[in-house]
């Protein structure tokens, strides 16, 4: 009886501890090469489109349309046309009126050639800010389609979890 109790014990033992060792495995966040890649062209990109107050605003926008957006940008947010000279039009205005704009990126992942940016986006130094999730499908290491959902971050809340 003590040795099927000792079996049992170590059957157990190993079972469990093979749960912990392949859960472990498993988030660990493993990506291609190409799925990097894409993850790091975005960041750039969004560091350009979004933080970078200290270049002139043509020279912002220069760069984002040699760099990073495809010409035919497909663009799933209902208020922006597609095309990539139709989303630089929305952003050479919006530098124009809110020249501290300011990004910090809170979460970020690819697969594929889809990338997932979690932000906290604010148009002023004093404002709250948004909370902005962009899905970005990458072609050639540009932006080529655009999914994006935004919530403004509000002074209180019922919880105490934060949007980020």
Not at 77 to 86: I, L, M, Q, T, Y
Not at 110 to 132: I, M, N, Q, Y
Request: glycine letters at 4%.
């Amino acid at each position: 009886m003590t040795v099927l109790k000792l079996i049992f014990t170590l059957f157990v033992c190993t079972f469990v501890s093979n749960i912990f060792v392949f859960s472990a495995f498993a988030t660990e966040v493993t990506r291609t090469e190409q799925e990097q890649k894409n993850l790091d062209k975005a960041l750039y990109c969004m560091e350009i489109l979004e933080n970078r107050n200290d270049l002139k605003p043509a020279k912002r926008i220069e760069i984002l349309k040699a760099d990073c957006i495809v010409e035919n940008y497909i663009q799933h947010s209902p208020h922006v046309p597609d095309g990539r000279e139709a989303l630089l039009a929305i952003f050479a205005k919006r530098y124009k009126k809110f020249p501290q704009l300011s990004m910090s990126v809170k979460r970020a992942a690819s697969e594929g050639d889809l990338v997932w940016l979690h932000l906290h986006v604010k148009r002023t130094p004093d404002s709250l800010g948004s909370a902005v999730m962009h899905v970005f499908r990458m072609e050639n290491g540009k932006f080529a389609e655009h999914w994006g959902v935004s919530q403004r971050v509000p002074e209180t809340s019922k919880n105490n979890n934060t949007m980020f």
